[in-house]
């Protein structure tokens, strides 16, 4: 079956950094365009990066030229890395993938399979 887990998350001051990952089984993971989402306390799920099956990135405008979107094949691992952190950016933070194989214009309505999340807390 599908799985993804995510790791990385913790707490970390305004202005620092955080690496997270999302190991993936149960599918053909060279195939799959992925994406990372998060949901702020109160807020909706959103898009913040992904990444198509061939390696093109996409990120949402707030985390654009903070956040790096990239993904290891032989390793069935997708990365987020997040720089220059903001309070803002603080939220449960999913690794999910696209529900067609080799699909490379998707919305978060693509996404049929996410993780557990990971908690990301920045402190101003």
């Known amino acids: 079956q599908v799985q993804l887990v995510e790791s990385g998350g913790g707490v970390v001051q305004a202005g620092g950094s955080l690496r997270l990952s999302c190991v993936a089984s149960?599918?053909?993971?060279?195939?799959?365009?992925m994406g990372w989402l998060r949901q702020a306390p109160g807020a909706g799920r959103e898009s913040v990066a992904s990444i198509t099956w061939s390696g093109a990135p996409h990120y949402a405008d707030s985390v654009k030229d903070r956040f790096t979107i990239s993904r290891d094949n032989h390793n069935n691992t997708v990365y987020l890395q997040m720089n220059s952190l903001k309070p803002e950016d603080t939220a449960d933070y999913y690794c999910?993938?696209?529900?067609?194989?080799?699909?490379?214009?998707?919305?978060?309505?693509?996404?049929?399979?996410w993780g557990r999340g990971t908690q990301v807390t920045v402190s101003s």
């Open positions: 999910a993938k696209v529900r067609t194989p080799l699909q490379v214009t998707f919305s978060i309505h693509d996404f049929d399979y």
């Open positions: 149960g599918f053909s993971f060279e195939s799959a365009s």
